[in-house]
């Protein structure tokens, strides 16, 4: 299985970006998808994950009604809106793909993902 995010670049405050995860070598229906990201000189941290049918989300508190995370899975893609965009939402994002998740699961750990994207940077100015 290989992840390909794309999408990053350069914005500035209060601006928008889409970020894409495509998934190839196996199909990504069953499987619970989610984002986390690096800033400079910080821990890896979660951002957002989605569902295998999309209709259950979470969010990390400090992105919480800017991102919204979705999912197509015709597509064998995922999707990260970002809105009002902030200098502190910069850092490497990644995505990555969970196959043997349950509802229950602690989608926030990153031990929970089977396979990592190779990131894509989101750079936020002032």
């Known amino acids: 299985v290989q992840l390909q995010a794309s999408g990053g670049g350069l914005v500035q405050a209060g601006g928008s970006l889409r970020l894409s995860c495509a998934a190839s070598?196996?199909?990504?229906?069953?499987?619970?998808m989610g984002w986390f990201r690096q800033g400079p000189g910080k821990e890896r941290e979660f951002v957002a994950a989605?569902?295998?049918?999309?209709?259950?989300?979470r969010y990390a508190d400090s992105v919480k009604g800017r991102f919204t995370i979705s999912r197509d899975n015709a597509k064998n893609t995922m999707y990260l809106q970002m809105n009002n965009l902030k200098p502190e939402d910069t850092a490497v994002y990644y995505c990555?793909?969970?196959?043997?998740?349950?509802?229950?699961?602690?989608?926030?750990?990153?031990?929970?993902?089977?396979?990592w994207g190779q990131g894509t940077q989101v750079t936020v100015s002032s």
């Open positions: 990555a793909i969970d196959f043997g998740a349950i509802l229950s699961a602690d989608w926030t750990r990153e031990d929970q993902y089977d396979y």
């Open positions: 989605i569902w295998r049918t999309g209709t259950t989300t």
């Open positions: 070598g196996r199909a990504i229906r069953n499987s619970v």
